[in-house]
């Protein structure tokens, strides 16, 4: 098989494939588990736990997907053991295709929305489940206005 340098998981697995131009690769010890979330909601999440000044860690690193379909934040190793959140995907990455650096995505590309060297390590799950409850609840309200 050909190593084309993304992470090449099913896209049913919940996985983001990150572009391997972006420099140094993660230990599958150390690697982040990844949460994936639609992007309306995701960046909801990412607006509430900006402003909630009174959350322990803020937002960690963020994916955004070229589909325009997806968000995936970064979540400590282990997440996915526990994961029950509906509507999103927790996988673990074991540092398949994990790369961090400053090579900037090109547009339509997948890249960070919040790249590491720019925010926390990585989001706090339990903040990261309240946001993401708070920003369908948020969604829902506005689409029953219409």
Known sequence: MENTGMNTAPASSGAIPVPAATAVAVAPAEA??????????????????RRAAGLPGGVGPVLHDGSDDTLGFLVPPGTADAWDMPGSA???????????????????DTGWLLPPEAVGPVTDPEVLRA????????????????
């Open 32 to 49: 982040p588990d990844l949460v994936t979330v639609p992007t309306r909601q995701g960046l909801e999440a990412v607006d509430i736990i």
């Open 131 to 146: 946001a993401l409850g708070e920003a369908a609840r948020l969604i829902e309200a506005a689409d029953n206005c219409r």
């Open 90 to 108: 927790c996988t673990q990455t074991d540092g398949r295709g994990m790369r961090f650096g400053d090579v900037s995505p090109t547009a339509g």
